[in-house]
């Protein structure tokens, strides 16, 4: 019995004696299935527009967080923009929205609505609404679209060439100083560029494919790039040009790609027709064919513009390689070939029969002559590994050049906002100078509750688009009572004014009826940066704030703005 204990003992410790080696394995199948893991990792980091990506992001989103709102006055602009959005997507103001819009420009007058269409500052205002009113979440949205943009971008040149030479350029085009600048401040340039990449990429997917689903994402990508940018109607006609370049004529007999012109015109239509309903001279100033000023498409000078405009945006070195390259992309009219011309020459028809001429429209043309420079680098070379290199070394170069360029940065407006609704008596403050929609954006971002107001200089000197300024108040006496009429206890203005209209309210200001309480430095990184400091004056006489509706000129829209001030500060706004 005994032996067969012992027995039993030693056949029941056998399956103990191999718990050791059981573990071993397991402990070398998790190290195997961890190395796989981190090998899978390491493969996806190391694709190419992963890779790509990684070093755009690192690149444009350089010092995120640093300066704030100023660039071109139009970044101003698209902050506050994107603040109303994410004060209506919270107030939901549904029964009046009218009277909000008009409310809220009354409190916060660098709204521009609707100046431009609204779907880059919906998603600015979602991320206001996530993340906080901050200049750094504004720029990550920007560098959002920029990476979207240089993703498609590469998506584009891949299909049309080799992989390298869509990394190289891609990689020059998110590095060119020119586009670098426009990927870290607030504007639509980066947005626009990116969303027209994207119809563009499955446009071409869409003409191999002949699939629904590419079709649909065309049509989205193009409703997009209309709703956030006018420079969208590149897009009509080069599609346009392409197809007839092309003859894919049964493209037009199907069904679902009228039915995706359709819906593509019922959902863009509507925002433009209210911009031009809205907006005094917006379709003049956009085609200029109205009336005296179509007299611009006769001039040699019209169709001249962009060259040197693309000359300084691109460089000596890159532009030549262009020329070459569109030389080349003439005499070899592959596939490929046809598409960026058709791209360059539609694109620069396209906004030189634009009445309003700026050198950010062209940066439209720049991805496909990046591309066709990086062609003619390596024919010149002919051999491919000094081709190769040639072309690596290029795109080094503009790496180096943007890692080490800083981000356009302007600071103060922050502070002296936050001095000035610290103050008593300052639920209306006044503003004058050129940084007014950066002071306007840290009001409303250090006051909560919307309880105050800011005046602007407009209320003295009023200024339209490409014209002279127009003065509403021309003396002191004028000016003194709309300090007293509005309530108006402290002004802030900036160390130049940039109308000689301004002077009277300079004189006023350093007269006996106001006192200065402080100095803000302005610091910037931009040169000759026009602005200084900001100094923050005290009105020393008493105030009788009127319960008469005021009344707010306008020379952007087509009539005036009146409100009730009662209704707008000293509590809670919207009550």
Known sequence: MADHVTSSDQVLSKPRAAFPESNGLSKASATLQRSLRLGRLGEFVLQPQILLLTIVAIVAGRDLNRGEFFFYGDAMRHAMNGAFFRDFLLDLPLRHPLQYVYEYYAKYPALAFPHWPPLFHFIEGVFFLLFGLSPWVSGMVVLGFALLGIYYWYRIAERLGPRHRAFLSALILACLPFVLVYERVTMLEIPALALCLGA?????????????????????FVVAAFLTSQKAIFLALFIVVDLVVERRWRLLKRWDVWLALLVSLVAVIPWYLLAARTMTFWSA??????????????????????????????????????????????????????????????????????????????????????????????????RRAIALTASSVLALVYLVNGLRTERPSVTGAREVAQY??????????????????????????????KEHMVARDKQIVVTRLGMDPKAILQTREQILGFFQTWGIRYAVVEDEDPFRQFAVVRELLHSDQFELLRTFPVQSNQPNYPVHEFQVYRFRGELHRTTQPVTLPMMTINHPITVDLSRLVGHPWPN
């Open 285 to 382: 100033r956009l085609i200029g064919l109205t009336g005296k000023q179509g007299h611009y498409l006769l001039t040699s000078r019209n169709y001249l513009f962009y060259l040197p405009k693309l000359y300084a945006q691109m460089g000596p070195v890159l532009i030549g390689l262009a020329c070459v390259g569109l030389l080349i992309a003439i005499l070899r009219p592959t596939r490929s070939n046809r598409f960026w011309l058709v791209w360059v020459l539609s694109g620069y028809l396209c906004f030189t029969l634009v009445r309003e001429k700026d050198p950010r429209h062209s940066m439209l043309l720049i991805p496909p002559l990046i591309y066709l420079a990086v062609v003619a680098l390596e024919t010149i070379c002919v």
């Open 200 to 220: 563009i990429h499955f446009w071409l997917r869409f003409q191999e494919t002949e699939r629904h689903g590419d079709l649909l994402a065309l049509t989205g």
């Open 420 to 449: 000035a609704l610290s103050l008593p008596e300052s639920d209306i403050v006044y503003f004058q100078g050129q940084l007014d929609g950066d002071f306007i954006f840290f009001v409303r971002k250090f006051d909560p509750q």
